[in-house]
């Protein structure tokens, strides 16, 4: 099929849920993917953060053809190495105590809200159910996690939702402290709020609230679906406030492009989601685990430095272009607002114009580039988006 036929189709048979590029990808490599009809783009976008290896790596690709030829799924009934190794990794990386597999960034964080619902419940009985989220905050699309997300824009449509979430600013000490009542069982936070606007959080409140949910034994759940997996610099986006959560989920990079999402419970709530309380059909898909145990081994010290020196090139290289105002987030997750009116949305369908692909979160170009990108192509996606503002201005 050509573009013109894809996107007939496409309009024809698929739920219209998405505001999709004018653009039909048919293959990619690296940072390169390319239309039917040959034109080529260079991707900022890693499919919203999740191709860290960039399009079609090869040792990640002979890893997923190996386990699809070997041993595709079994289910949970039994046990498989691909998703045994992959825990041990990620609990050796992280110095978390069990990992819950799912298929997503939404999973992993129903996971995370029910461990900490019957962690609560186990220990104190009920009336302490309550989990506190952040405003602007994106925790996923299935009803808890839309519930937990602090953006009323996706609640309309939905209700009624989920008793039991509380709002609360983000970097506000004290109404975390006035809001850490009896009923609290969880607070639940992204390091960097990705959809939210590319919005870090201080370090401080990061501490303030691992310390404030230690003393009253309220379990912090980190949501790492987009910060994880090394996009921020360091295989956890925590590591930079110096906390260590109880609860940690993952999905977005991890498989490389493929769907897995991981809950990581430190000893403290490790046993609280015991025989029979939870499950998923696809969790710990072998193929998929696979594919995250090439991204976890690739994912050296080194590595993870290049990521922030490349981070540092890309930032700076922002900072000096013409109509960039700030330049917000961490590592290779960042956004960026502009100045003299030009919106983020101009400059992103301008930006593929010249063939570059970039992201919007709010009101802010997003730029999610995969993690293995060379210097060089940050060095040309600047160069583009240079040449893209000029003839905007
Ligand atoms: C994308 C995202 C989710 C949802 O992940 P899905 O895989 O789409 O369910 C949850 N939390 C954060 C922080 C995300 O960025």
Known sequence: MNSQQIKQTDAEYILPTYARFNLCLVKGKGCTAQTPEGDTYLDFTSGIGVNSLGWCDDEWAAAVAAQAATLQHTSNLFYTEPATQLAQSLCQRTGMAKVFFGNSGAEANEAAIKAARKYSLDKYGEGRSTIITLQN???????????ATGQPSFHQHFGPFLPGFVYLPANDITALQ??????VCAVMFEPV?????????????????????????????????????GRTGTFLACEQAGITPDIVTLAKGLGSGLPIGAALFNQKCAGTLGSGTHGSTFGANPVCCAGANVVLNRLTPAFLAEVTQKANLLKTGLLALPGVASVTGLGLMLGVDFTNGLTAGAVQQAALQNGLLCLLAKNKLRLLPPLVITTEEIQTGLQILQKTLEGLQ
């Not at 905050?137 to 519930?147: Q, V």
């Not at 919005?199 to 309220?218: F, G, I, K, P, R």
């Open 137 to 147: 905050s994106f925790h996923g699309r299935t009803m808890a996690t839309l519930t």
């Open 178 to 183: 006035a809001a850490l009542t009896p009923g």
């Open 193 to 229: 709020q990705g959809e939210g606007g590319v919005v870090a959080l201080t370090a401080e409140y990061q501490q303030a609230l691992q310390s404030l949910c230690n003393t009253n034994d309220v379990l912090l759940i980190a949501d790492e679906v987009q910060t994880g997996v």
